[in-house]
Every structure is written in structure tokens, then in C-alpha cells.
């Protein structure tokens, strides 16, 4: 079957009986909870410390330790700011990570969450964050809020625990 030619123009217009829409790939969102403790027994992360605590309970079991190389976590939050979902967005090298902002993207636009933690670790044991730190800070921020969840807080570890910086304790968000 050969292409329309539209009049007066060189342009070929597809013929719309044409079915050429299997070419293209399909994409379906999904989540599906499966949480291991009920909603109403979650700890209320309402302030840094029981924040860096839970992140140190939950990331050192994953990472094995905080020594050997940077990982970057998101941590959802609900509206009662209880933890709901912790994703890993990058895991790197020594003294850096490659945060995968599409992935972030996805992770806004399917998840339940209204507030979000973003935590990463300082293997050196310097818990001040770096410019790549504040500027990738501001950057998620600002995919956060065109899915309507804000950053509540972006705590950085360091190997030994209790030692973090908080950017909401710095007023630095």
C-alpha cells in the first residue's frame, strides 16, 4: 500500500487505516505493597535522629557497611511521615555515586508518597556535603515537587553510626 502524497505539498501523509501502531512499545506502571509491618505499627520519623537511626538500621543490613563506597537511598514517607518504601537510586565508587534521575522520575510519578528522605554515605567519615551534594540536592527537590512530594530531609552518614549531617537540621533545604 503506498503512502497518501498530500496536495500542493512533497510531504507523504500515513494513511490513517494503516495499523502502524504496533512499532511501538507499551510501558504499564505497577505497584503492589507488600509490607512486613502493618502501617499503624511503623516508627514516626519526626525528626532527624530517628531518621538517621532508622536509615543506619535499614541500610547496613543492605550495604554491608558504609566504608567502601557511596550509595544514594530515597526514602518514602506517608502522610504520618512513617517509612513506606526504601529504594536504592545509585550505588557508586569511594567518593562518589551516580544518582539515576529517570529512575527517581518513575519512582515519583507510580509510588504512594508524600514526603521523601534522601540519604546518602560519606565512606571518608566527612559528613559535610559537597557542591555535588547541594546541587544534586536541589535537582531532586525540584522533580519532587512537580509530582507534588517534598523533600523533607537529605541525611548524609558517615561509617561510624550517629555521626550524620541532616540538610533540614542545617536549614539548608
Known sequence: KQPLKAPHTMHTILDPTEDFLPQVGE???????????????????????????????????????????????????????????????????????????????????????????LCHNHPSGVVSPSRQDNALTEKIKELAQLHDNVVVDHIILAPERGRYYSYADENAL
Open 27 to 117: 510501558v504499564t506502571l505497577t505497584y503492589r505493597s507488600k509490607p512486613t509491618i502493618p502501617i499503624g505499627d511503623r516508627v514516626k520519623l519526626n525528626s532527624s535522629y530517628l531518621t538517621a537511626t532508622f536509615l543506619y538500621d535499614e541500610l547496613l543490613p543492605r550495604m554491608g557497611d558504609l566504608e567502601t563506597h557511596e550509595e544514594f537511598y530515597v526514602l518514602l514517607l506517608n502522610s504520618q511521615l512513617q517509612p513506606s518504601i526504601l529504594v536504592n537510586a545509585g550505588i557508586g565508587a569511594l567518593t562518589a555515586t551516580v544518582v539515576d534521575i529517570k529512575k527517581l522520575c518513575r519512582l515519583f510519578a507510580i509510588l504512594p508518597a508524600n514526603q521523601v528522605v
